[in-house]
Nanobody, 119 residues
Framework: QVQLVESGGGLVQAGGSLRLSCAAS????????MGWYRQAPGKQRELVAS???????VYADSVKGRFIISRDNAKNTVFLQMNSLKSEDTAVYYC?????????????WGQGTQVTVSS
């Protein structure tokens, strides 16, 4: 099992910055993917950014150039630095870890942290 604990959400004005953190504990495979997703009211959950243990990085087009994902593998922690925040970034942000073994991926989710950007 894997436990994920997120922190760093809050209220910020448009143009401001926030940094999210997600610490993973439990059984974490050497090959894994950690990432951030978000879900705004009335919308589907969507990928924001992910980084594998290789590392391979993926960003949603809407956050490219503004958000930066990083990892501290020694601490099993993933970060999301969010800059130039816009009102449309308002959402609950969820951390996800995917343990990879061959073709199988077991996904684990955090409880979510609210990010609210006021315009």
């Amino acid at each position: 099992q894997v436990q994920l604990v997120e922190s760093g959400g809050g209220l910020v004005q448009a143009g401001g910055s926030l940094r999210l953190s997600c610490a993973a504990s439990g059984t974490i495979f050497s090959i894994n993917v950690m990432g951030w997703y978000r879900q705004a009211p009335g919308k589907q959950r969507e990928l924001v950014a992910s980084m594998s243990s290789t590392p391979n990085t993926v960003y949603a087009d809407s956050v490219k150039g503004r958000f930066i994902i990083s990892r501290d593998n020694a601490k099993n922690t993933v970060f999301l630095q969010m800059n130039s925040l816009k009102s449309e970034d308002t959402a609950v942000y969820y951390c996800k870890l995917g343990n990879v073994r061959g073709l199988r991926v077991d996904d684990y989710w955090g409880q979510g942290t609210q990010v609210t950007v006021s315009s």
